[in-house]
């Protein structure tokens, strides 16, 4: 089982900025697969920035546009686009539609913005509100930026709800709407910006956002070697259809042939990476059956 580390209080977490810094951090270390910078040190970004003016490289490098850009500019969103289909065609050699390009690349962003968020609440029981000008993707390499905000929601006997900028919510359930709420306001200018380019409704955007947002704490939940906390985890932030998100996170169980359960669940918006590798849809595409999830589950 992996333990958690503890990082011990320094001066810089006595604020709701420097104690989202140290929990994206925590989180950044934790998984592998999100793929974060954490921008808190103005002194470091002063740096960095000396750093591309002196190298064309490092400059190639910070190529990219925050999240708010995404939302006001054409030229920024299908810039968006157009790398996540050059990422696809160099991994896999193979030229997606338009459509695809949009749905892979909206599905990355959710599922990183998504673990940004539910990662600390999950660890901490802390709900950060992240604009989406506090987060800058590195459009080249597919990955991102986080600058701390000053505003989070906690439980009452956190130390944290005495900070300038933290709300203390009466409960857990209250800690759940405020997660939800979060993710949604942040995503919700996207999926409009998106929608013409990925060429489905509204909910099949939200399902999708959902979807990665149960997937994020699922993925923590193993990284943790605690995967049934973190599914009961998923299954009380979203018990049932709550507005935008069009369903719950209905996990189940299969019984695999030596008797033992594996738990599964099925996406509401797909990815569609089966356009991708038609033979290797996600382990919960709809298009994959329980056979299938079993065999692969078994291997």
Do not use: N
Request: with cysteine; glycine share 8%.
């Amino acid at each position: 089982m992996t333990v958690a580390v503890e990082f011990p209080p320094t001066a810089a977490t006595t604020t709701v900025p420097g104690l989202l810094a140290a929990g994206y951090r925590r989180l950044g270390d934790l998984c592998e697969a999100l793929t974060v910078r954490v921008q808190d040190d103005p002194r470091a970004a002063q740096a960095q920035a000396g750093r591309v003016q002196d190298d064309p490289r490092a400059a190639q490098a910070q190529a990219g546009c925050s999240g708010a850009k995404l939302t006001d500019s054409q030229e920024a969103l299908e810039a968006f686009v157009e790398a996540e289909a050059a990422r696809i065609h160099d991994r896999y050699g193979h030229t997606p539609r338009p459509d695809v390009a949009a749905s892979r690349a909206l599905h990355d962003y959710a599922w990183s913005v998504g673990l940004l968020m539910s990662g600390v609440w999950y660890l901490e029981r802390r709900v950060p509100r992240i604009r989406p000008e506090d987060v800058r993707l590195d459009l080249a390499s597919g990955t991102y930026a986080i600058t701390p905000g000053s505003d989070l929601a906690c439980l009452p006997d956190d130390p944290a709800a005495a900070l300038p900028g933290a709300l203390p919510l009466a409960d857990e359930e209250a800690l759940h709407a405020a997660l939800r709420s979060a993710v949604a306001d942040h995503m919700r200018p996207l999926l409009t910006a998106l929608a013409p380019y990925v060429r489905r409704g509204p909910r099949t955007l939200w399902g999708m956002v959902g979807d990665d947002l149960v997937s994020g704490i699922w993925y923590l939940g193993r990284t943790l070697g605690r995967e049934a906390a973190a599914i009961r985890a998923a299954g009380a932030l979203l018990p049932s259809p709550t507005a935008p998100f069009p369903g719950g996170a209905d996990f189940r169980h299969l019984t695999g042939s030596d008797g033992r359960h594996h738990p599964t669940r099925t996406r509401i918006g797909c990815c569609l990476y089966y356009t991708i590798r038609p033979a290797e849809a996600c382990a919960t595409c709809p298009r994959t059956c329980d056979a299938e999830r079993l065999r692969r589950l078994e291997a």
